[in-house]
């Protein structure tokens, strides 16, 4: 068969005649190597150029997740907590999470009261000596720690008198209460006053708390606040959960 006169049509270029290495990037049109083009699963780690991928290139994901790892080494995202709450370990071979703050124990707040009333009574029934000191807790959950501090003095008579905790109109001291005054002695006694309880009022409203003092029966003895100078003081802290 003659070929004079015509042109051999040339076989299909493949990659056995090219030779390795001598194609470059210049040859290449633009976007000329397209997605359907790469092998899946062929892009190694070492293709990739260092801080090369930013925020923006990253799948998205949920509002308030971190990204941490499993016990097998992979990523896995820590589920976003609630207000307030903070990241915990779990210690090696478990995901952190969120959790309630562990503060419990701590001082939430303070308050602070210092009078020199002057209250007098022989009642056989706890009467409110007007000494007080007031406090918002901050959780319902939080304990409220209550010191007191004082003198009286005794007026009349040879009985005793009792002193009582209050939270509003409700005695939180059960039995005779917290202070007993010895009857004895002198009526211009002095008579040093302390005592401290730790309460649960289990609300953050406002809580009041108040001194209350009786005789221990009516007309026996009177007490009274010693003079103008002499401070009855009241403390008030709460302690978080």
């Given at each position: 068969?003659?070929?004079?006169?015509k042109?051999?049509?040339?076989s299909?270029?493949?990659?056995?005649?090219?030779?390795?290495?001598?194609?470059?990037?210049?040859?290449?049109?633009?976007?000329?190597?397209?997605?359907?083009?790469?092998?899946?699963?062929?892009?190694?780690?070492a293709?990739?150029?260092?801080?090369?991928?930013?925020?923006?290139?990253?799948?998205?994901?949920?509002?308030?997740?971190?990204?941490?790892?499993?016990?097998?080494?992979?990523?896995?995202?820590?589920?976003?907590?609630?207000s307030?709450?903070?990241?915990?370990?779990?210690?090696?071979?478990?995901?952190?999470?969120?959790?309630?703050?562990?503060?419990?124990?701590?001082?939430?707040?303070?308050?602070?009261s210092?009078?020199?009333?002057?209250?007098?009574?022989?009642?056989?029934?706890?009467?409110?000596?007007?000494?007080?000191?007031?406090i918002?807790?901050?959780?319902?959950?939080?304990?409220v720690?209550?010191?007191?501090?004082?003198?009286?003095?005794?007026?009349?008579?040879?009985?005793?008198?009792?002193?009582?905790?209050?939270?509003?109109?409700?005695?939180?001291?059960?039995?005779?209460?917290?202070?007993?005054?010895?009857?004895?002695?002198?009526?211009?006694?002095?008579?040093?006053?302390?005592?401290?309880?730790?309460?649960?009022?289990?609300?953050?409203?406002?809580?009041?708390?108040?001194?209350?003092?009786?005789?221990?029966?009516?007309?026996?003895?009177?007490?009274?606040?010693?003079?103008?100078?002499?401070?009855?003081?009241?403390?008030?802290m709460e302690?978080?959960?």
């Amino acid at each position: 068969m003659s070929y004079i006169g015509k042109t051999p049509t040339p076989s299909p270029l493949t990659s056995s005649d090219i030779a390795d290495g001598i194609i470059i990037t210049d040859k290449l049109a633009n976007n000329a190597v397209v997605t359907s083009k790469i092998t899946d699963a062929t892009i190694a780690e070492a293709d990739i150029a260092n801080d090369a991928i930013t925020l923006a290139k990253m799948a998205s994901g949920t509002d308030g997740n971190i990204i941490s790892y499993d016990t097998s080494g992979n990523p896995v995202a820590v589920a976003t907590g609630s207000s307030g709450q903070v990241l915990t370990s779990a210690g090696a071979g478990a995901v952190p999470s969120f959790q309630a703050s562990a503060v419990g124990g701590k001082i939430g707040q303070a308050t602070f009261s210092d009078q020199t009333i002057q209250f007098n009574t022989n009642s056989g029934s706890y009467v409110d000596t007007g000494i007080k000191v007031a406090i918002t807790p901050s959780a319902s959950n939080s304990k409220v720690a209550v010191w007191f501090a004082g003198q009286f003095n005794k007026r009349t008579g040879t009985g005793n008198a009792m002193a009582t905790l209050y939270r509003g109109s409700q005695q939180v001291v059960g039995g005779r209460g917290l202070i007993q005054f010895d009857g004895q002695g002198s009526n211009s006694t002095l008579i040093p006053a302390g005592f401290s309880y730790l309460d649960s009022p289990s609300t953050t409203s406002e809580v009041e708390y108040k001194l209350f003092l009786k005789v221990e029966s009516a007309g026996e003895v009177a007490y009274s606040a010693y003079d103008p100078n002499s401070h009855s003081s009241f403390l008030a802290m709460e302690v978080l959960a």
